[in-house]
């Protein structure tokens, strides 16, 4: 019931192509889900988030698509840079206190 | 502002030796945890505190001990360090909003911890 899936585990994707990560989630009490992206050697930091009442929310290259019936989501990185070489990490809450992470995605942009 | 920080860096241990990672923020903010985060298996929760004077179990919880005397600082202790201990250990905080933000994590550059 807590458990967030996240998938793929690692992706390689050449420049300038569009990266998909996938995640999806269980309980329905969730109301919050956030993208984290972890540079080698930092800590995870926040990237974009969205609210179960919208299905798309957009930053940029950066872009969350959620399913709300089929309880997922997905974030999706435009015209893919080396730059965004990172691991990604999706993630849900409840509370401003709990929040349940997805294992994380290793991305990987060939130039 | 440093936003959260994390000392050491790296260490090195022996299997048994005890030692406190710090952990300290400068942005008033109620929560803080402590993770590790291994290959595959993503961020793991060890401790949490809501606030000075209360802390909690997260996931994983056994080996390490927490307290909370200040909003400040937030230290884990190692109590007697083993092998399976080998990981890195990320501090966060964060602040309840019902904004934007809502329960976004900060999170300190971690300590690579390593117990031969």
């Known amino acids: 019931q807590q458990q967030v899936k996240q998938s793929p585990q690692s992706l390689i994707v050449q420049k300038g192509g569009i990266s998909i990560i996938n995640c999806a989630y269980e309980?329905?009490?969730?109301?919050?889900f956030p993208w984290y992206q972890q540079f080698p050697g930092k800590g995870p930091a926040l990237l974009i988030a969205i609210r179960p009442d919208v299905s798309e929310k957009k930053e940029g290259r950066f872009t969350i698509s959620f399913n709300k019936s089929a309880k997922q989501f997905s974030l999706h990185i435009m015209d893919s840079q080396p730059g965004d070489s990172a691991t990604y990490f999706c993630?849900?809450?409840?509370?401003?206190?709990?929040?349940?992470w997805g294992a994380g995605t290793k991305l990987i942009i060939k130039p | 502002n440093a936003g959260v920080t994390q000392t050491p860096k790296f260490q090195v241990l022996k299997t048994g030796q005890s030692m406190t990672l710090q952990c300290a923020q400068d942005m008033n903010h109620e929560y803080m945890s402590w993770y590790r985060q291994d290959p595959g298996m993503g961020l793991r929760l060890i401790h949490y505190s809501v606030g000075a004077g209360i802390t909690d179990q997260g996931e994983v919880p056994n080996g390490y001990n927490v307290s909370r005397s200040t909003t400040e600082d937030f230290p884990l202790r190692l109590l007697s360090a083993a092998p399976s201990q080998t990981s890195v250990y990320f501090c966060?905080?964060?602040?309840?909003?019902?904004?934007?933000?809502?329960?976004?994590?900060?999170f300190g550059p971690g300590t690579r911890l390593t117990v031969l």
């Open positions: 966060a905080s964060s602040s309840p909003s019902r904004g934007e933000s809502y329960n976004e994590q900060f």
């Open positions: 993630a849900a809450s409840m509370a401003a206190h709990e929040i349940i």
């Open positions: 309980n329905t009490a969730f109301d919050y």
